[in-house]
């Protein structure tokens, strides 16, 4: 199956710094998305990227499908971005699969 | 809000008991998933069901089991359970069968 890796996998941050984090897959997909799990558990879409670029306020997206990669870059980071950064993608069938996530803190 | 409800949101039992997850899709989504995530781990596909139908499997065990009911609301039964069933049970719903997957706030399931 597909496989899908993500990094850093963990990521320290100054209030105030810029970051990217990147999510490698092995195939090609028919979808991608972002997530961010806040440190209550809740699960929160970012992104639905199978290709080209978004950004929403101080997020932003890419993914090149045809390189089979995707960026989620963060600036100014809050203390409230602080959390785990899931990239998921699906190739098509019914399974859309996770990668382990990157987990991000960001200091005051 | 996702728009996706899951109950109960925590469930304390113990060890080869059974217990019911209960999770109510968006409107108009005929998809639902499910997913497992234990402490500090990923999430694991478990099962995905479209319009009352499975349509793929994940890594779940035979102690488990799903279904989706006419009116789309789908339940996971989790039955013999191990401490190691200890997790986070998140359900996802979608339009179609792969299409942006939204998730509900999770079931959080201790075994003693």
């Known amino acids: 199956g597909i496989q899908v890796e993500q990094s850093p996998p963990d990521l320290i941050l100054q209030e105030g710094a810029n970051s990217t984090l990147r999510c490698n897959f092995s195939?090609?997909?028919?979808?991608l998305q972002w997530f961010h799990q806040n440190p209550w558990g809740q699960l929160i879409n970012l992104f639905y990227?199978?290709?080209g670029t978004k950004q929403n306020g101080r997020l932003s997206a890419t993914t090149v499908a045809t390189e089979r990669y995707s960026l989620l870059y963060i600036s100014s980071s809050q203390t409230t971005d602080s959390g785990v950064y899931f990239c998921?993608?699906?190739?098509?069938?019914?399974?859309?699969?996770f990668g382990a996530g990157t987990r991000l803190f960001v200091k005051a | 809000d996702s728009g996706v409800t899951q109950t109960p949101k925590h469930l304390i039992t113990a060890t080869g008991q059974r217990v019911t997850l209960r999770c109510s899709p968006r409107?108009?989504?005929?998809?639902v998933y499910w997913y497992q995530q234990s402490l500090d781990q990923g999430l694991q596909f478990l099962i995905q069901?479209?319009?009352?139908?499975?349509?793929a499997k994940g890594n779940i065990l035979e102690r488990f089991s799903a279904q989706q009911f006419p009116d789309l609301h789908s339940e996971l039964n989790l039955s013999s359970l191990e401490l190691g069933d200890s997790a986070l049970y998140f359900c996802?719903?979608?339009?179609?069968?792969?299409?942006?997957?939204?998730f509900g706030e999770g079931s959080r399931l201790t075994v003693l």
């Open positions: 998921a993608v699906n190739t098509g069938g019914f399974k859309t699969i």
């Open positions: 069901y479209y319009n009352g139908e499975e349509r």
């Open positions: 409107s108009g989504d005929l998809s």
């Open positions: 195939d090609s997909v028919n979808n």
């Open positions: 990227i199978p290709s």
């Open positions: 996802a719903s979608s339009v179609g069968g792969a299409g942006e997957l939204f």
